[in-house]
């Protein structure tokens, strides 16, 4: 199987501590973000690589698991600069979905869930902006997690919006998730357990019915591990202006981080990308100081939600992930749609992850559980027990 999962360029290979550790014997794959000790770090654009030095020190997210024993396989295809969540690369083509291989895989860390879904590694290194791990989870018929924001560092990774990046993960089983976060977030004491579920209500009215009908029996399931369960409006009608502002305030960043290089070189861009660029570059630092107040309130919003111990229950994406030959149009309807429910945790920080669950047709989808800033472990380990077969569950 051609996955088209990992890039061309140059081969990428670090043996992981031999003296073992909590991830001895796996081997994992990372984004084109991250760099590695001399070696080019390309961001999904040619352009990008020609004019960038060789990287003078590995990421520590990479170190961390090179020190917990895993080993380094290759760097992973990435939509350009990581700016956006379908998984087109004019330069470099479109990974696999090996899950269904006439759809997207999803984006930006679409190399990544790929060669996790096509077995190509145990789990691989990606990023979350605005949605770039948890959509091709949920597209790939995988395992996915944004952390909260902050408690991996980003350092030595090629940036997109430093409010909202984050380092994520991928896993094809919920118990290597959990593992591999305990090494990612430095985690060594008991999580604690959640005692309190939110439905999303307001989510699942957005969806497209097939997405409903498919995350139904998760809901079920999640409910029956909690005493108290509410169904929520997460936030109804402002969940439109919470896109907007995201667009906003990320697309600001964006341009902070990249507009120099941009303008300098002009590199060539897919169209949807550049297209993302252009709008970013037209956002004043008034646009970016009237959006604050709404990004502050869907944190406020958020924090009155989930208290200590709540987990939030909401699909991960609102519609199937789209044919591979859907038109630009398509493309940017179903990212905008998307945006609705990834900028929740996006905004906010929050951790989230997305669990495989199930088809609707003959496409993946996924359903998501959000947590407090710094409910990572709670989250990890819930997940780990809600997937776990019923005889383990009574063994936590």
Known sequence: ??????????????QGNPEGGPLRGLVFAAKDLFDVAGKRTGAGNPTWLQTHNLATATAPAIEKLLHAGAT???????????????????????????????????GSSSGSASAVAGRACDFALGTDTGGSVRIPASYCGIFGMRPTHG????????????????????????ELLERVGRALLDETDPPPEPNRLLIASDAQRLCDPEVTQAVLPWIGRARSFFEYVYDVEVGGAALADWTACYRVLSGREAWAAHGEWIDSVKPKFGADVAARFAYAKTVTEADFAKALPMREAAIKRLDELLLPGTILCMPTAPVPPPLRDADDATLERVRMRTFQFTCIAGLCGLPQISVPAGFAGDAPVGISFIGARGSDAMLLNFVRILTSPVEEQSNG
């Open 151 to 174: 408690r991996i560092s980003t350092e030595g990774v090629v940036p997109l919006a430093p409010s909202y990046d984050t380092v994520g993960w991928f896993a094809r089983e919920a």
């Open 1 to 14: 199987m051609n996955l088209n999962a990992y890039t061309r360029y140059e081969r990428v290979y670090v």
């Open 72 to 106: 380094l396989s290759g760097k992973t295809q990435t939509i350009e600069l990581a700016f956006g969540i379908s998984g087109h690369n004019i330069h470099y083509g479109m990974p696999l979905n090996p899950a269904a291989p006439d759809r997207v895989p999803g």
